[in-house]
């Protein structure tokens, strides 16, 4: 969650001691998209990056992109954009890979309950007690909530307040 990346740190935390464009899977400091080599690095509220950082994570996903060296990094990067802008670079470099619009929740209504779900067995699991059911006017009332801004992170707020003051 790029909201919670310490604006001094974010940079550090995202590619270690490495340059951005020259980020290696061989580094004394691991960065989160050394830890994602060969994997999916998920960024939620990527607007909320710093703009440095934001320009740093263009250089890596440019100089990156179609490389086939084996001591460099290999990570497809997803970025998830709440409502604030990309930097220009940025910006530029997801529109030349695939983008992806999803529909805020209050337009998804179908997919409200299902998530609702998961976020209790995910809180289950956290906890360590017991899974706790939707009951019907549980689920009355969500279909019924009117998703402002964060969507499924709103929905996974109400949920967790649910679980906490639920018997």
């Known amino acids: 969650d790029c909201r919670e990346l310490p604006t001094e740190a974010a940079r550090q935390l995202l590619f270690g001691q490495s340059p951005p464009e020259a980020v290696s899977r061989f580094a004394d400091h691991l960065g989160y998209v050394q830890a994602a080599d060969r994997g ?16 740093d ?11 086939t060296d084996d001591s460099r ?11 604030g802008a990309l930097s220009e670079a940025l910006a530029q470099v997801f529109a030349d890979g695939m983008t992806l619009s999803l529909r805020p929740l209050r ?10 779900e998961h976020f209790l067995r995910h809180a289950a699991v956290l906890s360590g007690g017991a899974e706790k059911q939707l009951g019907e006017s549980a ?15 709103e929905l996974r707020q ?10």
């Open 139 to 153: 689920r009355r009332k969500l279909l019924s909530h009117d998703f402002r801004s964060e969507n499924a992170e």
């Open 40 to 55: 999916t690095l998920l960024l939620a509220h990527l607007d909320r990056l710093p703009p440095e950082a934001q320009e």
């Open 57 to 67: 994570l263009a250089t890596f996903l440019r100089a990156h992109s179609g490389v």
């Open 107 to 116: 337009d998804r209504r179908r997919d409200v309950v299902p998530l609702a």
């Open 73 to 83: 990094v290999s990570v497809r990067v997803i970025g998830a954009v709440t409502s």
């Open 158 to 167: 109400i949920v967790a307040l649910g679980v906490e003051l639920a018997e």
